[in-house]
């Protein structure tokens, strides 16, 4: 099974943590402003800055020998309805790698990197090497 990730998880989750991986938010743009759920704007000043960071983390995560990298990607309904079933909070941060594993269980899990010929995990339409692949 591939891994996920999110931001601030190689810190959280160490490579061979007993969790099986790291599990990160839906990449999806910031919730609408009715939504209770906000990003923080610090965390993510904008999506393309979260996905740069997302990438850079793999990156990292990959040089130190991390295998079986992923990507799931969600979105903030869905995370929100997975929450509900849960009777959680959203904001629990055990919840999140739950609710990837749920995903990439279900075959929504992408291996990170993919093939230069490859479309970019991103979902820009562009092949990972015009996108986040670029060096």
């Given at each position: 099974m591939a891994r996920t990730l999110r931001r601030a998880d190689a810190a959280?989750?160490?490579a061979g943590s007993p969790d099986g991986g790291v599990a990160g938010p839906p990449?999806?743009?910031r919730p609408p402003p009715s939504s209770p759920h906000r990003?923080?704007?610090?965390?993510?000043p904008s999506y393309e800055e979260h996905l740069a960071a997302i990438e850079a983390a793999l990156r990292e995560l990959a040089a130190?020998?991390?295998?079986?990298?992923g990507i799931v990607t969600g979105t903030v309904p869905s995370y929100e309805a997975f929450a509900a079933s849960e009777l959680?909070?959203?904001?629990d941060p055990?919840?999140?790698p739950q609710y990837a594993t749920i995903l990439a269980a279900r075959g929504r899990a992408v291996a990170w990197p993919p093939e230069r010929p490859a479309a970019c995990w991103c979902g820009?339409?562009?092949t990972y090497?015009?996108?986040h692949g670029a060096e």
């Open positions: 959280d989750h160490p990449t999806t743009r990003w923080a704007p610090e965390e993510y130190s020998g991390t295998p079986n990298l959680a909070s959203p904001t055990a919840l999140l820009s339409g562009r090497g015009e996108c």
